[in-house]
């Protein structure tokens, strides 16, 4: 590390990433070799479609999964194969907010036990100051004081993934993986997350990882992106120039899929359809 | 009902082209749940004519697809209380069950939303198959069903179908487990499709190839369709016609061109705005033209 002379050392580095999954036919490798760094303060965004690897990549990020190879420097740590003992101090520098809203909370405890679990984790002794903080953090999310006493099922998806996100910053990371964080919300609800996530990231410089098959979603939000396919990165770069003109056929056949209403003209134009079809992108098997 | 010997679906089964297909008028569903009675559907009206597309575009919640399985009476009786009118061919299923049941699985076919969990995982595609087609052509021998069932899905583009009869749900992608019910629909050679959210589970590339085949298929049996879905790219592309519907009432109604291109209400424009801009990009034309190498 040489933090002293190059203060701009990406907060996550990622070398030579596999991951490869045991399965009856033999070994199915979900990531395979793909690196990428992401500066403090940025958002990256991995864009791509079911089983491309991107929740692969985001699970390993997290170490719910242990990668089968490569490197993965958080603050220059890597952590990719640390054990759990030395793991556990940095857990809270890396954190995530689920796709699920209805699955990824526990329906028995209120939003600010919830929101007031990591703080324990941190070493927040008192109760009292868990409390406040807890209280503090549902108030940043746009929560009401009145949610803190309810549970998860009182909730709409779209408050959920508040209280999701309030629960991640409860451990103060430098790091969010968002996987399809947004996904399972209506637009409008979707827009108001969105905004939520770029004000926290104007007043923290906290650093995003973006993880959608929403191309949309992706320019909205994010500087750079990486698209990947089968496991593999297939292209990378600034967002908008990704989007505006994509190099690789699998990005353009993405783009031309992602249909915005106001770009169509005309009426059943099943020639914007054919940009986007491609006879092989659907697999025998999932 | 009278079904022809090659099997090709006709528009209406020569019921006369003038009147809708579907007109439904005043349709209300109110819903009986446990705090209380909650009125879903509040007095919607519409109509679909033969070739023709009409979405219903909304958020959770909105009614949409109460609105749908409303008018094919496919919610429980004891739960749900409708009034109004929908006129299915001219027969009111609203006012009349056994209409509604007589519609279902011939004048209507239902494509549902999750292709994932729509077929039961214990039989073959075959079976499941069979099963639909005989019910709609009873004169049908085995060998014949079987033929039948073939042309179905090389009709939906399914590769090597004899292949896929044999095969269990679970093997098949969720493209591809869509395909298969696109077939089953069209196995009843039906007058109006209804989709509800056919393509809301499935990736882009895979919901464009689907999106493709409904419309291919309607250009060939001049199917009406209804639509049901979230998504305002896929009713603006799809759509002749776009009902934007909120808290059970349909809050604008007009072209598609003029929904998404000139919205009158508040509410639509407020929608389009939350709609993630994909910005301006070169390939439209020139995209067309390759295949994508990165897949198989």
Known sequence: MN???????????????????????????????????????????????????????????????????????????????????????????????????????????????????????????????????????IDRVGLPAGALDRRPPEFSGGQRQRIGIARALASRPDVLVLDEATSALDVSVQAQVLALLREIQRESGLTYLFISHNLGVVREISDDVLVMNRGRIVERGPTARVLAAPEHPYTRALRAAALDPSAIEGRKPRAVLAAALAPTTEGAAP | MTATATGAPGPGDGFPAEVPLLRVSDLQVELITEAGVVRAVDGVSFEIRAGETVTIIGESGSGKSTTAMGLLRLLPDDLAVLSGHALVQGRDTVADPRAAAEVRGRAVSLIPQDPMTALSPVHTIGRQLLETVRLRRGDLDRSAARDRAVSLLTQVRIADPEQQLRRYPHQLSGGMLQRVLIAMALACEPALLIADEPTSALDVTVQAGILDLLLELQEQTGAGILMITHDLGVARLVS?????????????????????????????????????????????????????????
Do not use: N
């Open chain 2, 240 to 296: 002749d016609r776009i009902h934007v519907m909120r808290g059970g009432r349909f809050v604008e109604s007009g072209e598609a061109e003029q929904i998404v291109g000139d919205p009158a209400e508040e509410y639509t424009r407020a929608l389009l705005r939350s709609v993630p801009a994909l910005g301006p990009w070169d390939g439209a034309g020139t995209a067309a033209a390759t295949a994508p190498e990165g897949d198989r």
């Open chain 1, 3 to 137: 933090a002293a002379t190059a203060p701009a050392t990406p907060i996550l580095q990622v070398d030579g990433l596999v991951v490869e999954y045991a399965v009856p036919a033999g070994v199915f490798r979900a990531v395979d070799g793909v690196g990428f760094a992401v500066e403090r303060g940025a958002t990256l965004a991995i864009v791509g479609e079911s089983g491309c690897g991107k929740s692969t990549i985001a699970r390993s990020l997290v170490r719910l999964i242990t990668p089968t190879r490569g490197s993965i420097l958080l603050d220059g740590h890597d952590i990719a194969r640390m054990p759990e003992r030395r793991l556990r101090p940095l857990r809270p520098r890396i954190q995530m907010v689920f796709q699920d809203p209805y699955g990824s909370l526990d329906p028995h405890l209120s939003a600010a036990e919830i929101v007031a679990e990591p703080l324990r984790q941190r070493g927040v002794r008192s109760k009292a100051e868990r409390a406040t903080e807890a209280a503090g953090l």
